[in-house]
């Protein structure tokens, strides 16, 4: 696959502004010079680029006025575009919340959603289901081979979620380390000095994120870390590992850090079993409690991942010239 013309690119380009900016019906664009310097192309091709938005009732230009936005949303306009949503899966991943906010997402900028569900290596199924694609946004079992697949067929393309992967490569995740961080300090403020983490998988780059995190911070704040206060607890794992650590370390914890796929397991324990109740503080990306709870607090992220990567991949798709954008979604406190 050859890449997209330079006046298509720019079409994304602008389209990825309007929706970044949160541009309504009625607003003003900047002027043909400053778009084509922002863009970093001639007048010639950024003329082409607001002409076709235009023509696909986009924009409105009006002479001696200006470029206007003239629609926001596309509900019976043909798609300028297909990205598809590609879900390696290796039997854990459960994406059709995801999936749907990135079709929202997408549809802000004109463009529809191919959702493809794949095994662990690419195959031919694969190849010729891409063909044809505006971007991809890869998630799941992410490896190697599938980003020299995607490189191999010119396809611009973001990764969504926390994976290791070289610096070169367009990625949209939720910034756990600093949620990680943010729980540790509001704990060390309210005068916590024992402070434990239940933590997923060890062998999940997310896992290994929260660690170092939890662990660096509890240095900077001059506390001990005890390996014996951490949990690692993968799928299957949560309900004998949690109670097995709470049993073998009662009165241990003035606070624990609780990455959010274990949150339901230690909240039953805490509340049913323990009589030591420590402070909980769980890492959630989508919220989880519905009500306040004594001794629990909550930490999500300010902004809707989804969105965050098709900002991302939008800017693959109209700049090749940019140096490859790593977009963290930082945390936020849900509950004081």
């Known amino acids: 696959m050859t890449p997209l013309p330079k006046h298509l690119q720019v079409r994304q380009g602008v389209l990825n502004l309007i929706a970044h900016r949160n541009l309504g019906t009625g607003a003003k664009l900047p002027n043909e010079q400053r778009l084509s310097q922002t863009f970093g192309v001639s007048l010639i091709t950024m003329r082409r680029a607001l002409a076709d938005l235009q ?6 230009r009006v002479h001696g006025k200006g470029t206007f936005v003239r629609a926001t949303q596309f509900r019976d306009a043909p798609a300028l575009g297909t990205v598809a949503f590609l879900l390696v899966a290796n039997g854990q991943e459960s994406c059709e919340k995801l999936a749907g906010d990135v079709r929202q997402a997408l549809a802000t900028r004109r463009h529809r959603l191919e959702w493809i569900v794949t095994a662990d290596q690419p195959d031919r199924f694969v190849t010729d289901s891409l063909s044809g694609v ?3 946004l890869l998630t799941g079992a992410v490896s190697d081979g599938w980003l020299e697949l995607l490189r191999t067929m010119a396809i611009p393309f973001a990764v969504i979620g926390t994976y290791d992967l070289p610096p070169a490569v367009w990625r949209a995740a939720y910034d ?7 729980l540790v300090q509001r704990f060390a403020e309210t005068g916590f000095r024992r402070i434990g983490l239940i933590n997923s998988a060890r062998g999940s780059a997310q896992a290994r994120e929260i660690h170092e ?13 005890a390996p014996e206060r951490v949990l690692w607890a993968g799928p299957g794992e949560r309900d004998t590992g949690i109670r097995a650590f709470y049993e073998a370390n009662p009165q241990s914890f003035d606070g624990l850090v609780v990455e959010g796929d274990s949150l339901d397991t230690a909240l039953s324990f805490l509340y049913s079993e323990s009589a030591h109740r420590p402070v ?4 959630c990306a989508d919220p989880r409690l519905e009500r306040s709870l004594p001794k629990v607090l909550e930490v999500g992220f300010e902004a809707n991942l989804a969105a965050r990567a098709v900002d991302v991949l939008f800017g693959a798709m ?5 140096s490859p954008q790593c977009v963290k979604v930082p945390p936020i406190l849900r509950q004081p």
């Open 55 to 60: 023509d696909c009732g986009v924009l409105q």
């Open 134 to 136: 505006s971007g991809v």
């Open 176 to 182: 756990w380390a600093a949620a990680t961080r943010l």
């Open 213 to 225: 995190a939890y662990t660096s911070t509890l240095a900077e704040l001059g506390l001990q870390y």
């Open 280 to 283: 909980l503080g769980c890492i």
């Open 318 to 322: 109209s700049d090749t010239r940019s």
